[in-house]
């Protein structure tokens, strides 16, 4: 397992942006790819993009296609969230994950981290 840390939360006004970021530990092939989770109050963790190492596999929620953007430096060891046209219910506690694939399934992911706080007012 991986240490990952995110950031780049906050407060933002409905149609803002933010970037979050994912910092990883080390590099390892079973954490070669790298997700993006949420879960809002009273909701349950939902999937919301993922990103192969190469960077040539990607993957996004039907509900944030066209406004997110996932991407990775790998000499940083970071990937990023860029959050556009940000709307109420992306509010949530978002969480960086480390796999081995590409993948919707949260238990696919063996590393977490703490999560960064989103919060979109209107």
């Known amino acids: 397992q991986v240490q990952l840390v995110e950031s780049g939360g906050g407060l933002v006004q409905v149609g803002g942006s933010l970037r979050l970021s994912c910092a990883a530990s080390?590099?390892?092939?079973?954490?070669?790819?790298r997700g993006w989770f949420r879960q809002a109050p009273g909701k349950e963790r939902e999937f919301v993009s993922a990103?192969?190492?190469?960077?040539?596999?990607?993957d996004y929620a039907d509900s944030v296609k066209g406004r997110f953007t996932i991407s990775r430096d790998n000499a940083k060891n970071t990937v990023y969230l860029q959050m556009n046209s940000l709307k109420p219910e992306d509010t949530a506690v978002y969480y960086c994950a480390a796999g081995f694939s590409v993948t919707a399934d949260q238990a696919a992911y063996n590393s977490w981290g703490q999560g960064t706080q989103v919060t979109v007012s209107s």
């Open positions: 080390a590099r390892t092939l079973s954490s070669a790819a």
């Open positions: 990103i192969s190492w190469s960077g040539t596999r990607i």
